[in-house]
């Protein structure tokens, strides 16, 4: 007999919470999906607007709690959920936002001192490959180092306006 996985159990002060999965047929209750349907439209809606108008600047909660309300007929604690659930991803987006920069700026630093190393690597194998110094294995990777600088060089300029894009967004609070 195979055992039912159980839900896992939170446990507050004073209740327990259960999570509850129920899955519905369409064919025996489209009036309870569509329900639901347009409830999930409405909310995706007004956390969208929400999101929006805290990525665009608006620091006032209350005030945004009002417009939900306004904009899209929530209750108040519905719209105050949707606008603090914004706000808090929104900071989270941030926060990844600035931990990305700052991996991208030590990858810069890395490509940049392997730039280095290998144009003085490259300068070398030119002379010797110039006075026909260089066998058939050592032309084949004096070719692949050459490309490697070729690409590195495109690179890092591509990287360094991406973090620079970054950092301007990261400073507007733009997610």
């Known amino acids: 007999m195979r055992t039912m996985d159980m839900p896992p159990v939170y446990e507050q002060p004073g209740s327990l919470i259960l999570p509850l999965e129920i899955r519905l047929d369409k064919r025996l209750c489209p009036e309870v999906i569509d329900c639901i349907d347009d409830g999930l439209s409405v909310y995706s809606s007004a956390y969208r607007y929400a999101f929006s108008r ?3 600047g608006q620091r006032n ?6 417009d939900l309300q306004y904009k899209y007929g929530l209750k108040s604690r519905a719209a105050n959920s949707i606008a ?3 706000k808090a991803r929104h900071q989270a987006g941030l926060e990844l936002a600035r931990v990305q920069a700052k991996n991208l ?3 810069i630093l890395r ?8 144009k003085k690597t490259v300068e070398e194998k030119s ?9 058939h294995h050592e032309l084949s990777h004096y070719r692949r180092q050459k490309h490697d600088l070729w690409r590195l060089g495109q690179l890092i300029p ?16 733009h997610v």
Do not use: C, V
């Open 111 to 118: 490509k940049k001192k392997r730039l280095k190393k290998l």
């Open 158 to 173: 591509r990287l360094e306006a991406k973090l620079k894009r970054w950092k301007k967004d990261i400073e507007n609070r």
């Open 105 to 107: 700026r030590a990858s």
């Open 127 to 135: 002379r010797e490959a110039a006075a026909g110094r260089l066998g």
């Open 61 to 66: 909660l209350n005030q945004l709690t009002k």
């Open 84 to 86: 603090r659930d914004a």
């Open 54 to 56: 805290i990525d665009h």
